[in-house]
């Protein structure tokens, strides 16, 4: 099992920035890949960004370049930085966790983009 605790969000402004993190632990040993989804109201969730242990990253064309996703392998860390934030960024930001056989969530974290 793993387990995943997500910190950092919160109310922005647009053109604004946040910097999620999401912490990992259990057997963090078998996780291949990390990366974060959203959830707007009303809609589905959707990927974000992701990245592997060897720093193979992949965004959603809808925040190529705004967001950057890093992971710190040492720490079992994922970052996700988030730059010139839109209303329409606004959601519930995921946490997630790959290894073989499952993907694995963290509970959540609100991003707000309004004035």
């Known amino acids: 099992q793993v387990q995943l605790v997500e910190s950092g969000g919160g109310l922005v402004q647009p053109g604004g920035s946040l910097r999620l993190s999401c912490a990992a632990s259990g057997n963090i040993f078998s996780i291949n890949a990390m990366g974060w989804y959203r959830q707007a109201p009303g809609k589905q969730r959707e990927s974000v960004a992701s990245?592997?242990?060897?720093?193979?990253?992949e965004y959603a064309d809808s925040v190529t370049g705004r967001f950057t996703v890093s992971i710190d392998n040492n720490r079992n860390k994922v970052y996700l930085q988030m730059n010139s934030l839109k209303p329409e960024d606004t959601a519930v930001y995921y946490c997630t966790a790959w290894d073989s056989e499952r993907n694995y969530w963290g509970q959540g974290t609100q991003v707000t983009v309004s004035t």
């Open positions: 990245i592997t242990r060897g720093f193979s990253e």
